[in-house]
């Protein structure tokens, strides 16, 4: 962007379609306007609530309750699970990335309309300021998990912390793609906006969270490698090597190998190199659809 | 002189949906009734704008004149035909820009500069100058929500005219703003002629468009009906007659 302010007859400057300048690429080139997008979402998601922020914790927490409550103490399946709590939060943490991305990223263009259907700007910009917002809340929660590893006698890795950044990069671009798609097909049917709340309960469950990994693969045997063509399993399985497997003591480890349970699956990192690759594919295909939809979205709204 | 807005068979189609749900769209279906219609808001329409014109647009509401702004602001793409522009857009369409309601009119200033493509560093040193066009007071810090259509109008105004555009549209600008407003607007515009940028003008006021504008396009119902001189063009579109000049005065369009 050139700053002069002398008006002289611009000729140098080539002739182009004024739409030319979309897509996600253009939305990281405007980095000061990504940054103003981000703080107000940040302040407008729970405006004129009096909890405010706070709710992005409470949340997850509440949600956190439940499940060690219901799973592991009713249902008594955390036995067989070392360190139940902190499996179960680290899973929670990237769900509640996944679905507030998706979710809120669908939402997104309706809830911006006033600027969509007046201003030239990528429009890709809503969903993408979501998803760093939501990414903005993992921050504290990961910092919560950490606390509670440490006090369980884990320590960093370099492996683990690879894994860290591929199972982030792997959900933010899924729910990026999520977000992109259903956020320019919420414009033209509400319906969808209504479908993503029916898909994120299926999330909860299709993800190594309130049951190990390990029980996948004893109930599915060689088929456990179908599980994990799902990204999201993989982004979890990867989050729980990052911080769950360094609070489980080498005793417990030689313990389950000793019984033939695989904790986790084998080349993790290369699965999860493929799944990112996998999901950064579909970001694209997202990409070239919205694109496709973008053109119909002002005169829908 | 370098071209500065080119169309060239410019067509976009819109589709009028009567129905929305399944259930609709099902009975009317079942009836037999059209469930939607398309029709062409623009339809093929070409001219060429150099660098430094002022271009008047007239014609009657719902005549595609703010769905052709939109498309040469980059906000629709033409369904059919090419348009292109040089340099940077700025401008406002159908009376304001884009605003937030929730957010407080200073937000609102930043945001839609940062859209317009101004930089950190140039809002800074332009903000003052914003803030002090648009004479909102204390009303700047109230929800956008609030604001009157007047007033949205000041602040998108006052932030489009201080972008370093070389195309600057103006899209019935003067119609909502009061009396001193729209002085000042007009010396603006004036201000961004004598520079050598290009101006769009959208106006149903036959006056300020003679005074304003070196060429008038005047659209009817989608296609481009007359391209030429000022004067002609108001009375191509009868808008000379006697009566005319005191409707303009009665409802106070008289600069």
């Known amino acids: ?301 | 002189m370098a071209s500065s807005i080119v169309v060239d068979n410019v067509t976009k189609e819109f589709t009028l949906r009567y129905h929305r749900t399944f259930k609709e769209v099902t009975v009317a279906k079942a009836k037999g009734h059209k469930t939607s219609e398309k029709f062409n808001a623009v339809e093929d329409v070409s001219f060429k704008v150099e660098q430094g014109e002022s271009i008047g647009l007239m014609g009657l509401n719902g005549s595609g004149k703010s769905t052709l702004l939109k498309m040469i602001n980059g906000v629709m793409r033409p369904d059919q035909g090419s348009l292109l522009t040089r340099g940077r857009i700025a401008g406002l369409i159908a009376t304001g820009a884009g605003f937030h309601p929730q957010l407080s009119g200073r937000e609102n200033l930043v945001l839609n500069a940062a859209i317009l493509g101004m930089s950190e560093r140039e809002l800074k040193r332009k903000y003052d100058d914003i803030v002090e066009f648009a004479e909102l007071g204390r009303t700047l810090e109230a929800p956008v929500g609030h604001y009157s259509s007047g007033q949205r109008a000041r602040l998108g105004f006052a932030v489009a005219i201080h972008v370093d555009s070389d195309i600057f549209l103006a899209d019935e600008v003067l119609a909502v703003g009061d009396k001193p407003f729209r002085v000042k607007c007009v010396a603006k515009m004036k201000e961004i002629r004598a520079s050598g940028r290009t101006l769009v003008y959208v106006s149903h006021s036959a006056g300020s468009v003679k005074r304003m504008c070196d060429r008038v396009l005047i659209l009817e119902k989608g296609r481009l009906g007359f391209d030429g001189d000022p004067d002609e063009a108001i009375r191509y579109l009868h808008y000379d007659s006697a009566d005319e000049q005191e409707i303009d005065d009665e409802i106070g369009n008289d600069i």
């Open chain 1, 1 to 301: 962007m050139t700053d002069t302010t002398a008006q002289p007859v611009r000729e140098e400057l080539p002739l182009r379609p004024p739409s030319a300048d979309n897509g996600l690429l253009a939305v990281f080139q405007r980095r000061y306007l990504l940054r103003l997008l981000v703080r107000r979402e940040i302040s407008a998601r729970y405006q004129g609530s009096f909890l405010g922020l706070l709710w992005s914790y409470i949340n997850p927490l509440t949600q956190f309750f439940i499940y060690w409550f219901v799973i592991g103490v009713l249902f008594q399946l955390h036995k067989d699970v070392p360190n139940f709590p902190i499996h179960l939060f680290a899973g929670l943490i990237l769900v509640h990335f996944f679905v507030e991305t998706f979710g809120a990223g669908t939402r997104s263009i309706m809830r911006n309309k006033a600027l969509v259907v007046k201003m030239a700007m990528p429009r890709e910009m809503f969903p993408v300021a979501t998803m760093l917002v939501s990414l903005y809340h993992v921050g504290p929660q990961v910092v919560i998990l950490m606390a509670a590893c440490l006090l369980n006698g884990w320590t960093p890795d370099l492996t683990g912390m690879v894994s860290l950044v591929l199972a982030l990069l792997i959900i933010a671009s899924i729910g990026l793609s999520g977000a992109l798609l259903f956020s320019a097909a919420n414009v033209f049917f509400r319906d969808f906006g209504n479908i993503v709340n029916v898909l994120t309960h299926f999330v909860r469950f299709g993800v190594p969270m309130m049951y190990p990994y390990a029980m996948v693969h004893e109930r599915f045997g060689r088929f456990a490698d179908y599980y994990l063509l799902n990204p999201l399993a993989d982004a979890v399985i990867l989050f729980q090597r990052a911080f769950w497997i360094g609070t489980v003591s080498d005793e417990e480890q030689a313990k389950f190998a000793a019984k033939g349970e695989v904790l986790m699956p084998d080349h993790l990192l290369l699965h999860g190199v493929a799944a990112l690759a996998g999901c950064l594919v579909i970001l694209g295909i997202s990409q070239l659809v919205f694109s496709r939809l973008e053109n119909k979205i002002p005169e829908r709204l």
